[in-house]
């Protein structure tokens, strides 16, 4: 039973890593960090504020496209 508790922490570790490959954490932080603290809590960070990542590279993208 403790294996298979293991194997999927480490399969929640593994889709919090790819969540957040695109953000200013990257695969292997966001891995890293899910594993030391928990995969649930990095989710969040990642959707809290990746989200709002976005929204300033577009606006740096617009700025530099419009001047």
């Known amino acids: 039973m ?5 194997v999927s922490y480490l399969v929640l ?7 957040g490959r ?7 932080r966001s891995l890293l960090f899910s594993i030391m603290v928990t995969p649930i809590v990095i989710m969040l960070y990642l959707l809290l504020f990746a989200t709002v990542d976005a929204e300033t590279r577009a606006e740096e993208g617009t700025k530099k496209d419009g001047a």
Do not use: E, H, N, W
């Open 2 to 6: 403790v294996p298979m508790s293991i």
């Open 13 to 19: 570790c593994l889709m919090v890593a790819i969540l």
């Open 22 to 28: 695109r953000t200013r954490l990257g695969f292997y």
